[in-house]
């Protein structure tokens, strides 16, 4: 099963603000976290979530294919995933708490972006664990790949920078996050770590899908819909969202250790990331995908990012 997320366009990096549709809001986080993390050697088994590239204009992120492998394992001891969407008990709790993160500094090559993105990891994981154990769900570190060439694989399906429309992504089928250094523009952003983080965010915020349930809820409704419209609008408000999470993360952590004022920034102001590569109109227009991305950092509350309880008009 496929799940995406936009990348959007900087024109010669003048990094100006989109507005959003979206009610902001303002829930503060719990206890502080600092997470200073060791050299990675993390796994890179196979996971992805899709990401759609950007060109002259900002692109969507891509839909997620709605099937998944069956599991090869027995269910794990401890808490389970809630397979529900709106009622997910995810929304119960209030915000993500305030996170310190040590990044490591971004080049702009392959070697540079992927101690960046390992980096970032371990933060976004303590942002995101006592989150998912106050809603009494399970929580595990996602896997990070870093494929190179020009086509990628994983257990759910094949990208490719021909296509013009990943930029990154997550497989729930492993829980792998899929960055490939050739989809994720560089020659459009440049130096400007905020844009990547943003991107990974809501990348990992598939991962919380996958851990919540959420992504399992998600399978069976969108397979079940009458009408391509109907499962259109399901991946509108499985992909904003994500959108709202990613902007929950910059909150959390935004004046903290490395995320200065400037990543922040970058990170706010690149995320009109609708639909514009025609159909599937799977991600949202340029407002709403910065409308969920702001709300989620204005308000740092899981229940605001609760797409499933939003009108369709918000969601379109």
């Not at 269910?75 to 969407?85: E, I, K, S, T, Y």
């Not at 021909?162 to 440049?190: E, H, K, W």
């Not at 922040?264 to 009109?272: G, L, M, P, S, V």
Request: aromatic share 8%.
């Amino acid at each position: 099963m496929l799940v995406a997320v936009v990348l959007v366009v900087i024109a010669a990096i003048g990094l100006s603000h989109f507005g959003g549709s979206q009610p902001a809001a303002n829930s503060g986080a719990s206890a502080t976290t600092t997470w200073t993390p060791e050299p990675t050697t993390a796994t890179t088994s196979p996971k992805r979530t899709t990401t759609h590239r950007t060109t002259t204009t900002p692109l969507p992120t891509t839909s997620r294919q709605t099937s998944r492998p069956p599991a090869t394992s027995t269910q794990p001891a401890g808490p389970q995933p809630v397979a529900r969407l709106a009622d997910n008990p995810l929304f119960d709790v209030g915000g993500l708490p305030a996170t310190t993160c040590k990044l490591a500094r971004w080049t702009t090559d392959p070697a540079g972006a992927e101690r960046f993105f390992r980096s970032a990891l371990p933060c976004l994981d303590a942002a995101w664990a006592p989150v998912m154990k106050a809603a009494g769900l399970p929580f595990f570190e996602a896997n990070l790949a870093f494929p190179g060439g020009a086509t990628w694989n994983s257990p759910c399906g094949s990208e490719s920078a021909a296509s013009g429309r990943v930029a990154a992504f997550y497989c729930p089928t492993n829980n792998t996050i899929y960055m490939p250094f050739a989809a994720i523009q560089t020659d459009l952003y440049g130096a400007h770590p905020g844009v990547y983080l943003a991107l990974f965010a809501h990348e990992y915020g598939h991962h919380v899908q996958d851990m919540s349930g959420i992504d399992t809820a998600y399978g069976r409704e969108a397979n079940n819909a009458r009408t391509d419209d109907d499962r259109q609008e399901m991946s509108r408000r499985f992909e904003l969202e994500a959108q709202c999470f990613s902007g929950m993360f910059l909150a959390s952590t935004s004046g903290r250790g490395d995320v200065d004022g400037n990543i922040t920034h970058e990170a706010q102001t690149t995320q009109d990331r609708g639909d514009h590569n025609g159909p599937p109109r799977d991600h949202g227009t340029d407002e709403h995908a910065s409308g969920w991305w702001n709300s989620g950092f204005q308000r740092n509350s899981l229940a605001q990012c609760n797409t499933w309880l939003a009108s369709s008009a918000d969601v379109a």
